[in-house]
């Protein structure tokens, strides 16, 4: 699969929820960084991340731009509250290889109804 066509499987599999098939479209020893949390390494940390985010928030991903170039894939999305954000995908031979992700986490916190931890606003 191209770089694109991996993360448009990519969004139809977060849209279902699915962490256990989300994981599979990455390598064995992967790099998941959103940049809100220290990167995650391997395929079982990713699908352990989506799991726990799965189960505490109602996500969504809403395409609004695509890109490639490469073995990189540049995705543009927003969800159905407002939110937004990019992400940066390397894939090779069909696998995530690398995610880097950017959105507003403590606006997620808020529109999904997380309490924020202490920790998130310092001392």
């Not at 991996?6 to 959103?34: C, G, K, M």
């Not at 407002?82 to 403590?106: A, E, M, N, P, S």
Request: with cysteine; aromatic share 14%; hydrophobic share 45%.
């Amino acid at each position: 699969m191209s770089p694109k066509a991996t993360v448009i499987e990519w969004i139809e599999r977060f849209n279902r929820s699915d962490a256990e098939s989300l994981a599979a479209l990455y390598a064995p020893d992967a790099v998941n960084h959103q940049v809100v949390m220290e990167p995650l390494v391997g395929r079982e940390a990713i699908r352990d991340m989506f799991r726990r985010e799965f189960g505490r928030a109602r996500m969504h991903c809403l395409k609004e731009n695509l890109f490639e170039d490469g073995e990189w894939a540049i995705l543009e999305w927003r969800d159905p509250l407002g939110l937004r954000g990019c992400g940066f995908f390397r894939v090779v031979d069909g696998l995530i290889v690398f995610q880097r992700g950017y959105f507003d986490q403590l606006s997620f916190f808020r529109q999904q109804g997380i309490a924020v931890p202490d920790s998130y606003l310092g001392d």
